[in-house]
Nanobody, 127 residues
Framework: LVQVVESGGGSVQAGGSLRLSCAAS????????MGWFRQAPGREREGVAV????????SYGDSVQGRFTISQDNAKNTVYLQMNSLKPEDTAMYYC????????????????????WGQGTQVTVSS
C-alpha cells in the first residue's frame, strides 16, 4: 500500500520561510518522480517542484524558481520542499505526489503523471 503524507504547513508573513515534508511509505526510491503541487481556491492544481529519481535532476515552476528547493532523503523515504521569500500568492494547499512511468518522466510538473497523492497541507502567507 502506497501512502503519501505531507506536513509542515502553516501561517507565515510575507518574506518568511517554511519547510514542507512528505513521508512516502510503500514508494521508496522506485517512484520515477516525486513532486510538489499546490492549489489555491478556484484555481487549477499547479506543479511547484519535481525531483526525478533516476537522474536526481530537479525542475521548478516559473513562479517559485529561485525561492523554493526540493530535496530528498532516501534513507527516510522523505521529500522536502524548502520555501523561502514567501509571498501572499504562494497561499494554497500543497500536495505531495509520487509518479511512475513515462508520463511523469516526460513532464514532472504536470499532475497527469502522478499515481499517488497526499491529503495536502495548507500554507497561508499574509502580507
Amino acid at each position: 500500500l502506497v501512502q503519501v503524507v505531507e506536513s509542515g504547513g502553516g501561517s507565515v508573513q510575507a518574506g518568511g520561510s517554511l519547510r514542507l515534508s512528505c513521508a512516502a511509505s510503500g514508494v521508496t526510491s522506485s517512484a520515477d518522480c516525486m513532486g510538489w503541487f499546490r492549489q489555491a481556491p478556484g484555481r487549477e492544481r499547479e506543479g511547484v517542484a519535481v525531483i526525478y529519481n533516476r537522474s536526481g535532476s530537479k525542475s521548478y515552476g516559473d513562479s517559485v524558481q529561485g525561492r523554493f528547493t526540493i530535496s530528498q532523503d532516501n534513507a527516510k523515504n522523505t521529500v522536502y520542499l524548502q520555501m523561502n521569500s514567501l509571498k501572499p500568492e504562494d497561499t494554497a494547499m500543497y500536495y505531495c505526489a509520487a509518479g511512475y512511468g513515462w508520463t511523469c518522466r516526460l513532464n514532472g510538473l504536470s499532475k497527469n503523471g502522478y499515481n499517488y497523492w497526499g491529503q495536502g497541507t495548507q500554507v497561508t502567507v499574509s502580507s
